[in-house]
């Protein structure tokens, strides 16, 4: 990694290989770039399949609905089901239940099966190919054409929602030729938010144990 960035010291890093939150964060510390140049493939994927499968219960198009899948990628993700919304209408203002325990529709399904979703493919084949192929050509082109595209992609969120330890894992980030430019401060309900500072908390747990 340092002699990639003594070659390349203008590069932007983008991790895919898994864990890929915790193999973001150790790019970042070796290759001394700055944070917004690592970046990794973080819940990209998960959002995308998040929206499908979402589609598939309303009958409309993905592109048509809007909805985040935030924190680690694996199974401590967070769905942001507050902010979930079909042309600016929130459903939860439809079904105030949505995505909680109580929920009677079961909204809650969809994000076990984005989580259970790669296990599922490697089960079945061996391994995980074409989804996160194209979900990585998404955020190339939005750094190769600085589409500065929202993304939720793996970053260092210090300093976001309550989280003071250098974590990376995923928010909705503006993409661009720079890499990450912004980082998008979603509101969160109290759950959601408790949700979130836990993912970070057993990533910085399993980080503290790396010797580098």
């Known amino acids: 990694m340092p002699k990639l960035t003594e070659h390349s010291p203008n590069t932007i890093l983008l991790i895919i290989s898994n864990p890929v939150d915790i193999l973001t964060y150790v790019a970042w510390k070796l290759s001394g770039l700055p944070k917004t140049r690592v970046i990794g493939s973080g819940t990209n ?8 499968m979402m589609s598939e219960r309303l009958n409309i198009a993905p592109s048509s609905c809007h909805g985040w899948i935030i924190g680690e990628h694996g199974d401590s993700s967070v769905p942001v089901w507050s902010g979930i919304n079909i042309a600016g209408v929130r459903l939860r203002d439809v079904h105030p239940s949505i995505g909680k325990p109580e929920d009677d ?25 074409w989804a996160i192929g194209l979900s990585t050509a998404n955020i190339v082109q939005a750094i190769l054409h600085n589409t500065r595209t929202v993304l939720a992609v793996s970053t260092l969120v210090k300093g976001f929602h309550g989280i003071e330890e250098d974590v990376f894992l995923s ?28 993912s970070a908390n057993m990533l910085h747990s399993a980080q503290i144990k790396i010797i580098m």
Request: charged fraction near 25%; proline fraction near 2%; charge should be negative.
């Open 171 to 198: 928010l909705p980030c503006v993409i661009g030729s720079n890499g990450v430019t912004h980082i998008i401060n979603q509101t969160l309900t109290d759950d959601e938010l408790l949700q979130l500072q836990m």
């Open 105 to 129: 529709e079961g909204w809650n399904e969809i994000h076990r099966k984005v989580v259970d979703s790669a296990y599922e493919i490697i089960k079945l084949k061996g391994y995980t190919s």
């Open 45 to 52: 994927l998960d959002s995308a399949r998040f929206r499908f």
